[in-house]
């Protein structure tokens, strides 16, 4: 399952999400695309709520939502118990999120990021594993 990804957007990530589709399958991983299909505008919670909603159930390990800042994505994701979304505008970030926060799904700011850095940000992301350790205890006080 751990070549399993998630990935959706609203219009605004639109063409990114696109890009890393491909880019993803092309490295070996099997993509389940939440949409958008279009860049037609659109409610970005009518795709990450099914999103998320995988995520937590453990259909697919890991996610990736792309919006045009992130940040409404991020929110909303995040209100899924058992969902641990991080924004991420550069791979530090990206790796921080899955070293320290377990996290399991990462919003890329299709607005603010190129092309290669959102390719960078996703790749960090999915080749960097949860520390544990003091972090895990940490990790287990966020859902309540």
């Not at 279009?38 to 909603?53: E, N």
């Not at 409404?72 to 970030?93: D, F, M, Q, S, Y």
Request: hydrophobic share 45%; net charge negative; aromatic share 8%.
């Amino acid at each position: 399952m751990e070549n399993h990804i998630a990935i959706g957007s609203d219009h605004a990530g639109f063409a990114y999400k696109q890009m890393l589709v491909q880019w993803l399958q092309d490295n070996g991983y099997e993509v389940r695309d939440f949409g958008t299909f279009s860049a037609d505008s659109v409610d970005y919670p009518d795709f990450v709520h099914p999103l998320a909603t995988a995520v937590a159930a453990g259909e697919l390990e890991r996610g990736v939502l792309l919006c045009g800042s992130a940040n409404g994505v991020c929110i909303t994701a995040n209100k899924h118990r058992g969902i641990r979304a991080a924004i991420a505008w550069e791979p530090e970030l990206a790796a921080l999120a899955r070293q320290h926060n377990n996290a399991n799904i990462v919003c890329v700011p299709a607005r603010f990021v190129s092309e290669e850095d959102a390719r960078a940000i996703v790749s960090q992301f999915l080749n960097t594993a949860f520390e544990g350790g003091r972090h895990q205890t940490r990790v287990a006080k966020i859902d309540c």
